[in-house]
């Protein structure tokens, strides 16, 4: 029963660590906590920078998730309870942005789809296999090979 007692507290070492507030309930009272990201902050990251946000966002409302529970099972308020709103709406941010992506990103493919149709008549008229040119293009070199002194 200690070790389950000591999770989140100063000095543990236990995994189960990450999903708990380490911040002290008297300093999270004091202390004001940030804002949510916007939809024009993450178009400038780059898939990584928003891969690694999720992760850390991931984590942040599964803490939050615990640290409810564990208020509610205790019989007290969760501390700053807002934040779970501002996590969510921040995760709800990158999937916004990545769905911009992939419907910028579906939409070009079209168009370069749209475009090998729209010259896929000419291109299908070459004969690619046509070794006429390049024969053309033998012949004149060595003609300037023989020209030469």
Do not use: C
């Amino acid at each position: 029963m200690d070790l389950i007692d000591n999770i989140g507290k100063e000095g543990s070492t236990s995994p189960l660590d990450q999903f708990r507030d380490l911040v002290p309930r008297e300093k999270r009272d004091t202390e004001t906590v940030g804002r949510s990201w916007t939809v024009k902050e993450l178009r400038r990251k780059s898939y990584e920078d928003l891969h690694k946000l999720w992760y850390v966002l991931y984590k942040e409302r599964n803490m939050l998730l615990t640290e409810a529970n564990l208020a509610r099972r205790h019989g007290y308020y969760m501390i700053q309870p807002e934040r779970r709103l501002k996590v969510k709406k921040s995760m709800g941010a990158i999937k916004h942005v990545l769905g911009e992506r992939k419907r910028k990103k579906i939409a070009e493919h079209r168009q370069y789809l749209a475009e090998v149709e729209r010259l896929g008549g000419l291109v299908g008229k070459v004969d690619l296999h046509d070794n006429e040119m390049e024969e053309s293009m033998h012949n004149e070199a060595k003609s300037l090979d023989s020209k030469e002194p």
